[in-house]
């Protein structure tokens, strides 16, 4: 059984899927609700049960955390030609910060990434989530000044948050916190 999905009451679908990574039992809540159960390669489908009728009270919050969101923040629809001109004001700004504080990156491009705002590689290639196109500016700086930290400091150790404070204003914490409120925008 590589995957399966069940009707679980008062959860509704849910998926329950085999992996030879997993060690132990876990439980994901995408954004679009979907709920899935990962088993380790030999594991038993009625402990996964078991396990995921354990954590139905933590599975409701998440689930009633997400609804809030989407009532708070509502992302609006953008045309393809404003999505484009929106990717372009983002290179521009990125170019830029590049050139105002020396964090010389080799190329920039855009993804439709499920977990993360943004990510530099060790050859410093900048991935952007196209997400980011429907955050508030001062986040979106936020992050490209994140990611263009990392050219210099390739964790996220003191160093580099000292690095990103003196570029954000001190406020790179904060920001940071200010992120987590919003939630990735899921593609077609």
Known sequence: MPTMTSNISDLGSVTFTRSTRAKY????????KTITVTMPKNGNISEAKKFLQSKQAWIKKHLQKIEQQEKLQPTPDLSSEELIKAQE??????????????????????????TKWGSCSNKNNI??????????????DYILLHEL???????????????????VGGRAKQLSKELRKYRMRMSA
Request: hydrophobic share 35%; proline share 4%; net charge positive.
């Open 25 to 32: 039992l876990r439980i994901t809540i995408r954004p679009n």
């Open 89 to 114: 004001n983002l290179f521009s700004r990125l170019d830029y910060f590049s050139d105002k504080y020396k964090f010389p990156y080799n190329r920039a491009v855009f993804r439709c990434q499920k």
């Open 127 to 140: 991935n952007l989530n196209i997400n980011i196109a429907f955050l508030p500016k001062e986040l979106q």
């Open 149 to 167: 930290c990392h050219i210099r400091h390739k964790n996220h150790s003191k160093e580099f948050w000292n690095e990103l404070d003196r570029h």
